[in-house]
């Protein structure tokens, strides 16, 4: 005699079997296209400069961390910062262009202005390659900025926090000296710092220079300034990190500043920029670009961060004191 209710309950029991076996059958598919997918995406970081510039290997951190198990990250550096002519940036940007067109990224990170310059504006302008640039000093507008497949974040210094330090260190200020490396983005940056002092009754020089021996000669001159601005020495060749610190400790008479932080040993007070912001940023719109997002749906930001420090061995025994809440929140350099 058959048992009619144990047919129906090993039947209920094996369909829901092959239900739950499917279920987890499609999740296991689905999550693994997810996985998939993510692997195949290829994104390309383009730094205009090369490997072991200091602030471009922040930028990369920031992008590696943010990207890290989301995309094969791949690099082209286009080395325009010790090889400084119109005509090799353009054999660079001519490389990178035939780079890309070898391993067809779905989306391309650049940092800084060459690659902009040289790159992306003559070459990709409202194409379909999706591009996120980072690290243009103070304005996208020369490269026009935004594009259809191009969006990204502008680098701003503190040149406004950083005065009111120096007017809270120096009774009134009349006369600064901009000293960095003659390079492109530093010619920039001077101008737009001229342009804000000038607006403020402050009348500031800037002083470029190509060599190790010129940078010396002219820090010396520029102790007749009220404050110096040492800015970058990146581009500088055969920069000699001891040469010149020996030339701070012996010729410093002003008080000097900086907005980066590789140049604190020979500063007193800095106020940097965070390179990583600008790659954490660049690689979060990558990933939303990879997702589906339009980079000219995507708004072109500034950065909004950075850190300040002071330097004790440089102000001992000088005149100038540093106000108390920026000392609280400063960190000391150690030289």
């Not at 602030?55 to 198990?69: M, R, S, V």
Request: aromatic fraction near 12%.
């Amino acid at each position: 005699m058959l048992n009619i209710p144990k047919i129906i309950t090993s039947s209920l029991f094996n369909l829901t079997f092959l239900y739950r076996m499917r279920y987890q059958l499609i999740t296991m598919l689905f999550l693994s296209c997810i996985a998939s997918q993510s692997w195949a995406a290829n994104c390309l970081y383009i730094s205009s400069y090369h490997a072991g510039y200091e602030w471009n290997d922040g930028i990369e951190q920031g992008i590696e961390a943010k990207l890290a198990g989301k995309c094969k990250l791949d690099k082209f550096y286009m080395d325009t910062k010790r090889n400084k002519s119109v005509k090799f940036a353009k054999r660079a940007a001519l490389r990178a262009k035939a780079y890309i067109e070898k391993s067809s990224p779905d989306v391309i990170m650049a940092c800084d202005d060459n690659a902009s310059k040289y790159l992306i504006m003559p070459y990709y302008r409202d194409k379909k390659m999706p591009f996120v640039f980072c690290g243009i000093n103070w304005t996208a507008k020369e490269y026009d900025y935004p594009y259809k497949n191009a969006t990204g974040m502008i680098e701003v210094a503190p040149i406004s926090p950083l005065l009111k330090t120096i007017r809270e260190v120096i009774e009134n200020p009349r006369k600064g000296v901009y000293l960095s490396a003659d390079v492109l983005t530093e010619h920039k940056d001077y101008e737009r710092y001229r342009k804000k002092y000038s607006a403020q009754g402050i009348k500031l020089e800037g002083y470029f220079a190509k060599t190790m021996k010129e940078w010396v000669e002219l820090y010396k001159q520029a102790q007749t300034a009220d404050f110096v601005i040492l800015n970058n020495n990146s581009g500088i060749n055969d920069w000699s990190k001891t040469t010149a610190l020996n030339t701070v400790m012996k010729y410093t008479r002003s008080l000097t500043v900086t907005n980066y932080d590789w140049m604190t040993p020979y500063t007193m007070l800095a106020m940097t920029k965070l390179p990583e912001e600008q790659g954490e940023w660049a690689a979060q719109v990558a990933l939303a670009i990879l997702g589906g997002e339009s980079p000219h749906a995507i708004p072109v930001v500034a950065n909004r961060r950075w850190k300040i420090y002071m330097n004790p061995l440089l102000l001992k025994g000088s005149p100038y004191i540093i106000p108390g809440y920026i000392q609280h929140k400063a960190i000391r350099v150690d030289n």
